[in-house]
T-cell receptor, first 118, second 114 residues
């Protein structure tokens, strides 16, 4: 298994440009997440998905959009890039048992995409 | 929402000594508390986690303790080695359970002095 993969590894955008960060997992995980990590900081949740066709906002969703058309893929879209979106973006996935009374998840992270907006 | 505080921000210990990193969380509904190790330029890697129905968990040189009443949890690394040098993050499940994602602390830069 490749686990969680992300493309591209690096990207430089100009202000106002748009792009899609790709995330794919081959572990048949039902949950997927997007986090951003600013320099010297912890990760902050942008969006998450509990399954194909279902997405929800995290702590910092403004300026981003997501979709989940398949179990494997969870792309993150930046429509109008701003310097404040310069960050490292991590995708993660986990598998939760339906009806579990206590969280059973372990989140597995992709290698990250380093994005700079100038 | 959930808020996670982590201390210290930097910790320097002699090789072979123990290291302790502490975190507090705000939401009593959180029930899952993982610890991640991140080396420079790499992805976070899970090193140990604990659920709210357990007070302590150990895996070789690493242990985590949880005090639900006080809403704090700690990472203990014994017999530290140079390869333990990294940034360590604690996290807590967001309200609604781990399915809704994690709230992370700001990290502790652990430096192992030879």
């Amino acid at each position: 298994n490749a686990g969680v993969t992300q493309t591209p590894k690096f990207r430089i955008l100009k202000i106002g440009q748009s792009m899609t960060l790709q995330c794919t997992q081959d572990m048949n995980h039902n949950y997927m997440y997007w986090y951003r990590q600013d320099p010297g900081m912890g990760l902050k949740l942008i969006y998450y998905s509990v399954g194909a066709g279902i997405t929800d906002k995290g702590e910092v969703p403004n300026g981003y959009n997501v979709s989940r058309s398949t179990t494997e893929d969870f792309p993150l879209r930046l429509e109008l890039a701003a310097p404040s979106q310069t960050s490292v973006y991590f995708c993660a996935s986990s598998y939760l048992l339906a009806g579990a009374s206590i969280s059973t998840d372990t989140q597995y992270f992709g290698p990250g995409t380093r994005l700079t907006v100038l | 929402g959930e808020n996670v505080e982590q201390h210290p921000s930097t910790l320097s210990v002699q090789e072979g000594d123990s290291a302790v990193i502490k975190c507090t969380y705000s939401d009593s509904a959180s029930n899952y508390f993982p610890w991640y190790k991140q080396e420079l330029g790499k992805r976070p890697q899970l090193i140990i986690d604990i659920r709210s129905n357990v007070g302590e968990k150990k895996d070789q040189r690493i242990a985590v303790t949880l005090n639900k009443t006080a809403k704090h949890f700690s990472l203990h690394i014994t017999e530290t080695q140079p390869e333990d040098s990294a940034v360590y993050f604690c996290a807590a499940s967001r309200p609604g359970g781990g399915a809704d994602g994690l709230t992370f602390g700001k990290g502790t830069h652990l430096i192992i002095q030879p």
